[in-house]
């Protein structure tokens, strides 16, 4: 039976933040863009759903922002509160380009449906229920795809380009024979969290307007105001092996975590945990990055890099990358070869952008006590409340950037000084910290593409990343007769 074909300029395989965020501008353009979703919407989606204004003002350039506003209802958030073994310093969040100056906290199963009806309101085609089953290639380059819609009929789209937005799982990665990632690090840490109504609901102080981080010993402690106002997310980040802890007896973990963080347990107390929402984990977080362009494809959001969700960064770097994404390929869709050269120009950019989170993210999964030169640093910007250490959330400046050299050597100095640590320990840790440092900096430096070579101190050894998918390549050797030959793709080095 000949399978049903049709035509469009640009598919995107996966609708949530990343894919919505490419495929709105190129349809707000008046280019036919149809996003596959193996999901239907409303679906939950394992995030820590933490924006600060940077993110939210993605959504304010999807045009999704008043949409979520008005549906979602979440706490509009100012502040980072961040505590280091007792040391605290509270910073209202810079504004982001478009002058939103709040953050926001929105689970999946809220945001994703205000995302899709944006999308197809500004001319995304979003089919549900239709699962990506393979690429269809001629001459070498993707020339559309084959998917099963929701009824179970194979079905065909010849386009310019294929967007893959499907998740650190993806099966479009797969298809282009890029599922394996050329560079990988392990998380030493583990997620555990739960949902619940927030005990300082309409009190109106300073506890409602802020995201709070502890990090205390080994344990990260974070508690963020979500939608609808008067919800609040509170998430521990130990040793990734305390999630089998907390999956054989959850609210013997929780109870144990609650005595471990005191400002959390403070900040919480009075919680009717009994009605919390079920606890959720994962250890699975190794973080990447793909190959994310070649002929006819390219890969956005967790599909293409994947950095520690410690950061906060997976969804905000996902809508980036699908916008940005999409603004630089739009003038050049109708020139194959300047979509690819495009793409790949793209991936550098991509590269270049996220690297200095990558290695944020990847500091902060080492499981061990906050290093006194840290402690310092985070005393150092408590003196004030404007924006200093939480830039980085926000991505105004990079780590390096917020923390020069000389820097970083004063609150060594300072660490010296105070001897609230043995100076023994402060050099101990002070050494191979500025050893990291040095050596990030050094590949800023060299700006190779697709850097394979690891950073001491950043990347972990014995990375884990699960099977790739299954999948099919079809080579349209007779387009006009409509035969097609189909064989598994490989996975590449």
């Not at 410690?310 to 603004?327: F, I, K, N, P």
């Not at 990291?436 to 050094?442: A, M, V």
């Not at 850097?451 to 972990?460: A, I, K, N, R, W």
């Amino acid at each position: 039976m000949a399978v049903p074909q049709e035509t469009a300029d640009v598919v995107v395989i996966g609708s949530r933040v990343g894919g919505c965020a490419a495929a709105i501008p190129l349809a707000r353009a008046g280019r036919r863009v149809i996003a596959l979703d193996k999901m239907s919407f409303p679906s939950d989606q394992l995030s820590t759903h933490f924006l600060t204004p940077t993110g939210v003002t993605e959504f304010a350039k999807m045009g999704a922002l008043r949409r979520i506003l008005d549906e979602c209802d979440p706490t509009r958030v100012h502040h980072i509160n961040v505590a280091a073994e007792g040391i605290e310093a509270l910073e209202r969040m810079r504004p982001g380009d478009t002058g939103v100056d709040f953050g926001v906290c929105i689970p999946r199963d809220q945001l994703d449906v205000c995302l899709v009806a944006t999308a197809r309101e500004q001319g995304v085609d979003v089919r549900e229920k239709s699962a990506f089953q393979a690429l269809h290639w001629r001459a070498g380059r993707v020339s559309g795809v084959r998917y099963r819609d929701p009824e179970g009929q194979l079905r065909d789209i010849s386009c310019r380009l294929v967007i893959g937005a499907d998740g650190r799982r993806s099966t479009v990665a797969a298809a282009a024979g890029a599922s394996r990632p050329y560079r990988m690090s392990r998380n030493g840490r583990g997620l555990v969290f739960r949902y619940a109504t927030d005990p300082r609901a309409g009190e109106g102080g300073i506890e409602t307007d802020t995201f709070y981080q502890w990090r205390e010993g080994e344990s990260f402690g974070l508690v963020f105001p979500i939608a609808p106002k008067g919800r609040m997310l509170v998430l521990f980040m130990g040793p990734r092996e305390e999630v089998s802890e907390a999956r054989a007896d959850g609210e013997a973990y929780w109870q144990r975590k609650l005595a471990q963080h005191a400002g959390l347990r403070a900040r919480v107390a009075g919680t009717d945990w009994t009605a919390a929402s079920k606890i959720r984990s994962t250890a699975d977080c190794t973080a990447f990055f793909r190959a994310s362009s070649g002929p006819g494809w390219s890969l956005v959001g967790d599909a293409a890099h994947f950095k520690d969700p410690v950061t906060g960064q997976g969804m905000r770097d996902a809508m980036w990358m699908g916008r940005t994404l999409a603004e630089r390929v739009l003038p050049h869709l109708d020139d194959p070869l300047a979509t690819d050269r495009v793409t790949r120009a793209w991936e550098r950019h991509r590269d270049e952008h996220c690297l200095p989170a990558y290695h944020f993210a990847n500091l902060d999964t080492r499981v061990e006590r906050q290093s006194p030169a840290l402690c310092e640093l985070v005393r150092d910007a408590g003196r004030t409340t404007g924006p200093d250490l939480t830039d980085v959330f926000s991505r105004a400046r990079t780590p390096q950037q917020i923390a020069p050299l000389p820097r970083l050597i004063k609150m060594v100095a300072k660490a010296m000084v105070s001897g609230e640590r043995p100076r023994r320990e402060t050099i101990a840790r002070a050494v191979p910290e500025l050893r990291t440092e040095l050596e990030i900096r050094r590949e800023r430096w060299r700006g190779r593409f697709r850097e394979t070579q690891l950073v001491f101190g950043s990347d972990h050894p014995d990375p884990e990343m699960p099977t790739p998918p299954a999948v099919l390549a079809i080579d349209d050797r007779d387009a006009h007769a409509g035969s097609t030959a189909a064989a598994p793709v490989g996975v590449a080095a």
